[in-house]
Nanobody
Framework: QVHLVESGGGLVQPGGSLRLSCAASGTVFAIKTMGWYRQAPGKRRELVAQITSGASTNYADSVQGRFTISRDNGNNTVYLQMNNLKPEDTAVYSC????????????WGQGTQVTVSS
């Protein structure tokens, strides 16, 4: 069984920074893509950022230039550095991992609350 454990959420003032972490525990092979999604109240879940095993990244337009995703393959961990946070970044952030070996798989974390408010 694979579990994703997230940490790093919290309350921060506009313009502040937070760093989210998500570590996968259990037996998992060849994680192809690791990503962060978020869902604000009354809104659909959206992709924030993702990174492939080859370190290719893509970001939502709304966070481009402010957020940075990275991964530690040796520890099956993905990070999201969030700078210059805005109130509209307030949401529950969840990590996701996907792969295809030995069979296609996808796992989600439980989510961590990020609140940007003065």
């Amino acid at each position: 069984q694979v579990h994703l454990v997230e940490s790093g959420g919290g309350l921060v003032q506009p313009g502040g920074s937070l760093r989210l972490s998500c570590a996968a525990s259990g037996t998992v092979f060849a994680i192809k893509t690791m990503g962060w999604y978020r869902q604000a109240p009354g809104k659909r879940r959206e992709l924030v950022a993702q990174i492939t095993s080859g370190a290719s990244t893509n970001y939502a337009d709304s966070v481009q230039g402010r957020f940075t995703i990275s991964r530690d393959n040796g520890n099956n961990t993905v990070y999201l550095q969030m700078n210059n946070l805005k109130p509209e970044d307030t949401a529950v952030y969840s990590c996701n991992i996907r792969g295809e070996t030995p069979v296609p798989f996808a796992y989600w974390g439980q989510g961590t609350q990020v609140t940007v408010s003065s």
